[in-house]
């Protein structure tokens, strides 16, 4: 479904994202089929695997949404997954403070983020 949130169109799946491939299709459908400049993920539909850094998918997913200039939201609660992990941490709060990739516990924060 799209939402308009903070003036922008955003794209918002349940979707499981278990590779680059399914980003890519979920960016297409985002752009091609909704007009939507971000793509708002559930951190459960990413799965755990996302959040192991070492797997290296985390960092292929947010860079095919990097290339592709297509913003990439992943809502929900994962405070237990930072708890756990200092650098995954450190990955979302750098995250947080740029444009392209960011984690929010849900849409509404994103709403307002957007609309600053």
């Known amino acids: 479904m799209v939402e308009e949130l903070g003036g ?21 459908q985002a752009h091609y089929e909704h007009d939507a400049e971000w793509v708002a993920l559930t951190a459960e539909g990413l799965g755990d695997e996302f ?4 797997t290296g998918r985390a960092g292929a997913i947010a860079q095919k949404f ?4 297509m913003g ?4 929900g609660d994962i405070s237990d997954k930072l708890a756990a992990s200092k650098p995954l ?15 929010v516990d849900e ?10």
């Open 51 to 54: 959040f192991e850094l070492r």
């Open 8 to 28: 922008v169109r955003v794209f918002v799946s349940d979707a499981r994202v278990a590779d680059e491939r399914d980003a890519v299709q979920l960016m297409a």
């Open 89 to 103: 941490r450190d990955w979302v709060r750098e995250s947080n403070l740029g444009r392209s990739v960011w984690f």
């Open 107 to 116: 849409l509404s924060e994103l709403a307002e983020r957007l609309g600053k």
């Open 66 to 69: 990097v290339n592709y200039r």
């Open 72 to 75: 990439l939201v992943v809502v």
